[in-house]
C-alpha cells in the first residue's frame, strides 16, 4: 500500500527528500488518512519523527522541529519529508505510516545514512 523511497547517504548539514507513495489507495481514502514518519536506529525502538492529519496540522518530534517538513500532495496521494541540516544522529531506517478509519499500513522502511 505505501513505497517509501528517498533514502541514502547524507552528509551532515545537507538534505534529503523522503517520499511516501499510497498508490493503491483510492483518492478519497488518501485525503481521510493521517500519515506519519517514523524512524528507527540501530538498537534502538522506533519513533515518530512527524505527523501529518486529515484537517492539515503537522507534529513533529522535538528533536527534527526546524529541520524536518512533512507535506502531502493530495492530487498524488503522495507524503513527503523535507529534511534539512541533517545531523549524524538522524542516521536511521525511515517508515512512512497511514492511519484513519479501518486502516493502519506501514511502508517498508527507507535508509538514510548521515555521515560527518
Known amino acids: 500500500q505505501l513505497q517509501a523511497s528517498g533514502g541514502g547517504l547524507a552528509r551532515a548539514g545537507g538534505s534529503l527528500r523522503l517520499s511516501c507513495k499510497a498508490s493503491?489507495?483510492?483518492?478519497?481514502?488518501?485525503?481521510?488518512?493521517?500519515f506519519d514518519w517514523y524512524h528507527q536506529a540501530p538498537g534502538n525502538e522506533r519513533e515518530l519523527v512527524a505527523s501529518?492529519?486529515?484537517?492539515?496540522?503537522?507534529n513533529y518530534a522535538d528533536s527534527v522541529k526546524g529541520r524536518f517538513t512533512i507535506s502531502r500532495d493530495n492530487a498524488k496521494k503522495t507524503v513527503y519529508l523535507q529534511m534539512n541540516s541533517l545531523k549524524t544522529e538522524d542516521t536511521a531506517v525511515y517508515f512512512c505510516?497511514?492511519?484513519?478509519?479501518?486502516?493502519?499500513?506501514w511502508g517498508k522502511g527507507t535508509l538514510v545514512t548521515v555521515s560527518s
Open positions: 505510516h497511514a492511519r484513519g478509519p479501518g486502516l493502519d499500513y
Open positions: 493503491r489507495m483510492i483518492l478519497s481514502t488518501f485525503w481521510n488518512t493521517d
Open positions: 501529518s492529519s486529515r484537517d492539515g496540522s503537522t
